[in-house]
């Protein structure tokens, strides 16, 4: 038998610590991107890779694609996992993604099993390492006989402290419409035994300051819907499920205003088709007779809230620093969203030598099998090689290193259940965590408080 052959679709920030892994292994890789130069680029200088065109959405090209190769590597936008998985159940191929298991993907649970592959999702960071960490110190503390009350986790993936020097306080190292649309999600939690719903619109106002370390002002909002974490971690028992984000302070107020004033509205409006002056097309978004800038200020104070002057002037000149006064030209998108994103990833770039850092933090309340409390945290807080040095993201080695991993684990034979999976059993994650931990350096620490 030849040397293993892997499909990777993708060529985002995250494929390349991805791709040296599978290179560093001797594991042949076809790099596929529907823009040939994307796929030439990413692959370019790495032993045993090569680039195709593929676009997943022809199944005769992608069944012929598939077919050639032992495992798939799906980084392409989650919408089109169902398309891959279904081409590899066809081709008895495995698959990795580090995407959330979609129910479009669950449905094809019973012909991935009758296919006899292994499709393992959610091996990234959040989710992927965070899933390790949490089930591994859940079963740890079963096993002892204690009970788990509460359980909050948050991730953040952040510039470092000294380049957040923003109005957000934050960077773009990929796409701001993703960013920008998780915030107007919903979010569903367990509190003190109830279940608590949160709009997507008030989502912002639920932020609250969060302690890891004295050095840094996080605050976390939560995300999405944690109430199935009772089943998924195995903890009946917990009366508080979170998970959530983290930001720097300051953050959630001055998105809570874009939001207040209309800026994050994917509604196609006409007059955002034509390269016009920002302060215009604010007037127009705000619906107001007048650009000039006092009149754009006294309708903005009209439609949002602050909790006092200081705020008020801190978002006020964040919102001038963006540009929606000025007489610059937008970047017609159609709509205020996209128009917006596009001077946000301008001007909020990684530049020269500047890094990124992710913090993710689990905080267990726990009942040990004697009656004692204690309170344990799993932490991990990586920085990234300043941009520009060669080195990888923190988010990109967070995300591309464990994929890599599994994906060199299913080939192996160490990772071998069948179907559509997600590390979330101590058969899946022991080994994942004992590579990771020892030839990657990437663990969580753990501290009982």
Known sequence: MGPHRVLMLGSGFVTRPTLDILSDAGIEVTVACRNLESAKK?????????????????????????????????????????????????????????????????????????????????????????????????????????????????????????DSGNPLGYRFSWSSRGVLLALRNAARFYQDGKVVNIAGPDLMATAKPYHIYPGFAFVAYPNRDSTVYKERYNIPEAQTIIRGTLRYRGFPEFVKVLVDIGFLSDEARDFLNEPVAWKEATQKILKISSSGEKDLFTAISSRATFKDNDEKSRIMAGLKWIGIFSDSRIAPKGNPL????????????????????????????????????????????????????????????????????????????????????????????????????????????????
Do not use: W
């Open 338 to 449: 996209d128009t917006l994103c596009a001077t946000l990833e301008e001007k909020m770039q990684y530049e020269e030598g500047e890094r990124d850092l992710v913090m993710l933090q689990h905080r267990f309340e726990i009942t040990n099998k004697n009656g004692t409390e204690e309170t344990r945290t799993c932490t991990l807080c990586e920085y990234g090689a300043p941009t520009g040095s060669g080195g990888y993201s923190a988010m990109a080695k967070l995300v591309g290193v464990p994929c890599g991993v599994a994906v060199k684990q299913i080939l192996d034979g160490t990772i071998s259940d069948k179907g559509i999976l997600a590390p979330i059993t101590s058969k899946i994650n022991a080994p994942l965590m004992k590579e990771l931990k020892e030839k990657y350096g990437i663990e969580c620490r753990e501290k009982v408080h």
């Open 42 to 162: 990413l692959s370019e200088g790495v032993k045993f890779a090569r680039a195709i065109s593929l676009d997943v959405t022809d199944s005769k090209a992608l069944d012929a694609a598939v077919a050639e190769h032992n495992l798939i590597i799906s980084l392409i936008p989650y919408t089109f996992h169902t398309t891959v998985i279904k081409s590899a159940i066809r081709n008895k191929k495995n698959v990795v993604t580090t995407s959330y298991i979609s129910p479009a993907m669950l449905e094809l649970e019973q012909q991935a099993r009758d296919a006899g592959i292994t499709v393992l999702n959610e091996i990234g960071l959040d989710p992927g390492i965070d899933h390790l960490y949490a089930v591994s110190t859940i079963e740890n503390v079963h096993e002892a006989g204690g009970k788990i009350r509460s359980f909050e986790s948050f991730c953040g993936g952040l510039p470092s402290p000294e």
